[in-house]
């Protein structure tokens, strides 16, 4: 059962940290005793998630790092040590969506998609495991209904989402003798920076992306980050290989 300090004297590092999921999900390991490496490209975002963390006591350390960048992905596992030395949790919350028609979509597009949504949580697991294996930590990468539901437009997105959704389960065997925790968390829609993208479909066939969202509206962002941070702590100690859905029915049929 989750404690209120469960996090004490225990370090995270959150990746999309400057806003939405990914700075919810700080401040709540920030709420349960952890120090907090927060890890974004958004340097200016990830200076308020500070702020308010530390007004609220909890402690921060600020990594502006842009994660489609591969060499990144060790730095901030690095960076996090040096300054903290451990590391306890490894949430993998950064993430872009970028929807658009297959025969017009650009490359840039693609390519970051896959470098932001798949290659960057690899890197950075690659980097972390050796410190989560000695602090016997937890891996929680955030992927989504897409991974699931085939959506019209978000070719890219839903392959990265399924490819993250089933690493997770690779990796859960491969460290199955460890004592490290992996999974992932699967939201549905959530009201953040993210849904921006969505006007990119404005010329898109509406009876296709009508079919994406639930008939019970979307998820509030703090009721993912709950599950999030949960899954870090060692109150989770019997989740391993899982991917929790939390998408207001979207995955039910
Ligand atoms: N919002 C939704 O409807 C929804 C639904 C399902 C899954 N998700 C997933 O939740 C996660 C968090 O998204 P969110 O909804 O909070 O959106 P958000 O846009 O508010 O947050 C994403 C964060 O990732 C950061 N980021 C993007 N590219 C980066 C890079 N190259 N290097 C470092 N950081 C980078 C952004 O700066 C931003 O702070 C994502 O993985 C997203 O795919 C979101």
């Known amino acids: ?28 390991l920030a709420g349960l005793g952890a120090k907090v490496a927060l890890v974004d ?23 502006a790092l842009d994660l489609s960048q ?28 970028k929807p658009g028609p297959t025969e017009t979509f650009p490359d840039e597009a693609w390519d ?19 410190h989560l294996i000695e602090s016997q930590g937890a891996i929680v990468n955030v992927t989504s209904c897409a991974a699931f539901q085939g959506q019209a437009y978000f070719a890219a997105y839903c392959a990265t989402k399924a490819g993250l959704t089933h690493m997770t389960k690779a990796l859960a065997m491969e460290y199955m003798k460890t004592p490290v925790r992996i999974n992932a968390v699967a939201p549905g829609g959530m009201m953040t920076g993210l849904v921006g993208g969505m006007a990119a479909l404005a010329e898109c066939d509406r009876e ?32 391993h290989g899982a991917c929790i ?9």
């Not at 998630?49 to 909890?58: F, M």
């Not at 451990?86 to 919350?93: E, K, P």
């Open 208 to 239: 296709l992306t009508s079919r994406m969202g639930s008939l019970r509206g979307l998820c509030e962002v703090d009721d993912v980050a709950d599950c999030v941070a949960f899954l870090a702590t060692p109150a989770a100690r019997s989740y």
């Open 245 to 253: 859905n939390i998408d207001a029915g979207v995955t039910a049929d």
């Open 112 to 130: 970051l998609t896959m470098k932001v949504n798949l290659e960057a949580p690899f890197f950075l697991i690659r980097a972390g495991i050796p």
């Open 41 to 63: 490209v958004a340097a200016e975002g990830l200076e308020e998630a500070a702020t308010s963390i530390r007004e609220a006591g909890g402690e921060a350390l600020v990594l």
């Open 70 to 97: 591969r060499a990144n992905c060790a730095k901030a596992v690095e960076a996090t040590v040096a300054d903290a030395g451990r590391l306890d949790a490894l949430c993998n919350v950064a993430g872009v969506m």
């Open 1 to 28: 059962m989750l404690q209120p300090a469960d996090m004490n004297g225990k370090v995270a590092l959150v990746t999309g940290a400057a806003a939405g999921l990914g700075r919810a999900t700080a401040q709540r």
